[in-house]
């Protein structure tokens, strides 16, 4: 294992932030493991460094809990469903039959509703019943909250396992002291608490169960990128077509692809044309015009023509299986903010224990008669009501849903403190080619002088132009093919660096180039100079073409600008982030290109090794500095910047460098990324802030300050049913997420 390739775990037996601190200990304790991070929201573990799975497994089961090693990640997803569907039901019985328990206990409790006698009776023959049955329910539906306390106790550690199996054990073993030798205690104070047992336990379980079901919803994204993937394939082999299943196709291999079909791998189109539908990936909702030449990807759909392509890349190399990993990665990164509840974690529950000590102390020995029972019931409430699950999810459950939806949207996240700092961002510096334009240089204008028309001035340009490679012949060669011209082959061709071209086509001499071309060439241009400045100023490069050295007209060609390239900008800039524009294009073009889309500062003729300078000097200024690219030039700026966003059409070195790739191309995704950004840090604050509130209130409020002003001492009852919903409070909070737009 390297630092490139994480090694994944499926953790078992976690029920709160204590125990994600004491796995994650127990993990960066393993020597060789050089990072290790948990994630509560999907009970798993991603270690980096030079260790071997079955040592941290290992390391993990000694903490006391469960380990096994994720190697097949659709495999093992379907088993963590299908293992979360049985402990749900698991659950549910364990909560219904403590719930059960709990009417009988509830009514001992309130004996004088029963009236008469009864008080009497039921002490002698209801206690030692109640006894048992509570005692059942600690032994069927809480064991894993005496297990857990003990193990921890046994790694020196303390986690909600030990509030809940402190309090409940407190509480049985009073009652059945008040029980079995009631004259052993004060009068008024041999009353037992049989009820709390039953109903915090019922509760607690309860609320674990939703919780388990709702967090199981927060997975959705990744589940539906992994069954975009077919089952089978169909390949041709030795002539004949046959189903194969997908782990079997191998690379080389011809797939065919009819309609309605999902393309299984990704390759290279060899045969027939059609729209594929590629939304899952880029999020754009357009079918893309595939023919021979044209690359597919696995888990897009095929709309309606049938495709033969040839398999380039299989199993965990297509673009689907390497999106799921980044998805999977970024979900359980922790960004900065979800670090503070790690902190606190690591000394939260000694800090409880201390302050339940206390409570019981002072009760005790300063509190109204009956002592013992305030002083019990302050105790264990105290205990009950700090167990800190909501803090532990507060995190974890927001950048699942975050992360999730921002796949959606065809927006990769790479890591956590990318999706924090990407809504935090101050100024954005665009590169031009390729991000803000298209990339790919295109006829714009055609101007023909007198006696001339488009058609043969366009002609004659490409004929020549077919002995170039530069790719402004390619853009004049591509225009006279899409409208159907035929071309003649030039001779004699001559390419002169910088200026232009010449040549012979069709008997005539043929010269094509720039002012200065035309000049050598001895050929007027005053004609059209006014029309050739107004192109330039439009970001095109005009090009004169001159026959028998007599001037034929104007041709133009121009990185034309994505047609949503302005939308998108302007949005950034409501969002209140300062858009810059970064290239190595002349002055002229760059500020033309500017003025279309709505940019304000424009830093052009930048050298490829200057480009992260810039972004630098920004970072110095104090800018909070987003840098979008999409070439091999962009790579040094990419990781420079706070967060690098590599245009997903653009290279695999660029997606490398960034922080976030925006899969579709277009800048709408650079600001779906900030809106769902500030979307999911406002989540995670909110589920911060409710979790520590509550904690932070309801402890003192459990151990009686409201007592002497209001005499008002909270019920561990209460307590336990305010502990269980404040965890399903945080992750219906952070489900809300998934019905975010941007």
Known sequence: MNAASPLRLAIEGMRCAGCV?????????????????????????????????????????????????????????????ATEKIRYRA?????????????????????????????????????????????????????????????????????????????????WGYSVAVTVAPAWFPAGAAEPFWDVIPVVIGLVVLGQALEMRARGRTSEAVQRLIGLRPK????????????????????????????????????????????????????EPMPVEKQPGSEVSGGTLNKNGTLLFTATRVGKDTALSRIVEMVRQAQGAKPAIGRIADRVAAWFVPVVLVIAAIAFIVWFSLGPEPRLNHAMVAAVTVLVIACPCALGLATPMSVMVGVGKAAEYGILIRNGDALQLTGQLTTVVLDKTGTVTLGKPAVTALVPADGWSEEELLRVAASLETGSEHPLAEAIVAAANARGYTLSSPQAFQAVAGQGVQGVVDGRTIHFGNARFMEHAEVATETLQDQAHQLAGQAATPMFLAVDGQLAGIIAVADPVKPDSQAAIARLRA??????????????????????????????????????????ALIAQGEKTGMVGDGINDAPALARADVGFAIGSGTDVAIEAADVTLMSGSLHGMANAVAISRAT??????????????????????????????????????????????????????????????
């Open 681 to 742: 840090v406002r989540n995670i604050r909110q589920n911060l802030f409710g979790a520590f509130i509550y904690n932070t209130l309801g402890i003192p409020v459990a151990a009686g300050v409201l007592y002497p002003a209001f005499g008002l001492l909270l019920n561990p009852m209460i307590a336990g049913a305010a502990m269980a919903m404040s965890s399903v409070t945080v992750v219906s909070n952070a489900g809300r997420l998934r019905w975010f737009r941007p």
């Open 91 to 171: 659950l549910l019985r364990k909560s219904v039959f403590a719930l059960i328990v709990a009417v009988p206990a509830l009514a001992f409790g309130f004996p004088a509703m029963l009236g008469g006698a009864m008080p009497h009776t039921l002490m002698h023959w209801g206690s030692p019943v109640l006894a048992l049955l509570t005692l059942a329910v600690m032994l069927y539906s809480g064991p894993q909250f005496f297990t857990g306390a003990w193990k921890s106790l046994r790694n020196r550690a303390a986690t909600m396992d030990t509030l809940i199996a402190l309090g409940m054990g407190a509480a």
């Open 575 to 616: 969002l209140g982030i300062k858009v810059v524009m970064l290239t190595g294009d002349n002055a002229a073009t760059a500020e033309a290109v500017a003025r279309q889309v709505g940019i304000d500062s424009v830093h052009a003729e930048v050298l490829p090794q200057d480009k992260d300078k810039q972004v630098a």
């Open 232 to 283: 089978t394939a169909r390949v041709v082999r030795a002539g004949q077509e046959i189903d194969i299943p997908l782990s079997e196709v191998r690379v080389g291999d011809t797939v065919r692809v009819r309609p309605g079909e999902k393309i299984p791998v990704d390759g290279a189109v060899i045969e027939g044309s059609s729209r594929v539908d590629e939304s899952m990936l880029t999020g």
């Open 21 to 81: 601190a004491s796995v994650e200990t127990a993990l960066r304790g393993v020597a060789g493991v050089a990072e290790a991070n948990v994630n509560f929201a999907d009970h798993t573990a991603e270690v980096r460094g030079a260790v071997a799975a079955l040592t941290l497994i290992a390391a993990v089961e000694k903490a006391g809990y469960r380990a096994s090693e994720i190697v097949d990640e659709e495999a093992a997803e379907r088993e963590k469903q």
